[in-house]
T-cell receptor, first 116, second 113 residues
């Protein structure tokens, strides 16, 4: 139980293009999903909190117009990196909060983005 | 600002030994505590959660919580080379919506065969 998937697992794109990453909870409903970014040998950095049916809450310093988040259903949240630049290259990881086990977050396998 | 502190390590133990990982947190009213394991290049995996003072055991893992000292630890008995990973401590504070977790920077554990 508590499986979260992400797609794609890795992506290479050219500078200036947009990339969409999907996060799905496979066997539970998640009213809240979280998007993190992790640079090599650094800790997780929370980017935003995604709530089903409402606008995402972004952490300080994260550009909401650059990182578009949509949480249209209880099992799917998407993160779109718009006009990507090489400095956006990172490991993007989503997590989902189980409605039943309220405080536990389960992470997806991550998406490695490389912008050339 | 709510903080979670961990020694970055690396912590090196021989195979079969007990590995002890420590974490302190600044928000006195924190209620929920978690340990995640992260292998290099992979995403974190939840291995333990603890909510009340004392010990909680799950297989070779024991989480210990002391709210008065604002301290949570993870013991790994009979350490195996496959336990070599970064261990992240995460804390959920009382109140607030969205159930955000605050993560420590992680402790790198190396178990030597």
């Amino acid at each position: 139980g508590a499986v979260v998937s992400q797609h794609p697992s890795w992506v290479i794109c050219k500078s200036g293009t947009s990339v969409k990453i999907e996060c799905r909870s496979l066997d539970f409903q998640a009213t809240t999903m979280f998007w993190y970014r992790q640079f090599p040998k650094q800790s997780l950095m929370l980017m935003a909190t995604s709530n089903e049916g409402s606008k995402a809450t972004y952490e300080q310093g994260v550009e909401k117009d650059k990182f578009l988040i949509n949480h249209a259903s209880l099992t799917l949240s998407t993160l779109t990196v718009t006009s990507a630049h090489p400095e956006d290259s990172s490991f993007y990881i989503c997590s989902a909060r189980d409605q039943v086990r309220l405080y536990e977050q389960y992470f997806g396998p991550g998406t490695r983005l490389t912008v050339t | 600002q709510k903080e979670v502190e961990q020694n970055s390590g690396p912590l090196s133990v021989p195979e079969g030994a007990i590995a002890s990982l420590n974490c302190t947190y600044s928000d006195r009213v924190s209620q929920s505590f978690f340990w995640y394991r992260q292998y290099s290049g992979k995403s974190p995996e939840l291995i333990m959660s603890i909510y009340s003072n004392g010990d909680k055991e799950d297989g070779r893992f024991t989480a210990q919580l002391n709210k008065a000292s604002q301290y949570v630890s993870l013991l790994i008995r009979d350490s195996q080379p496959s336990d070599s990973a970064t261990y992240l401590c995460a804390v959920k504070s009382q109140g607030g919506s969205n159930y955000k977790l605050t993560f420590g920077k992680g402790t790198l554990l190396t178990v030597n065969p």
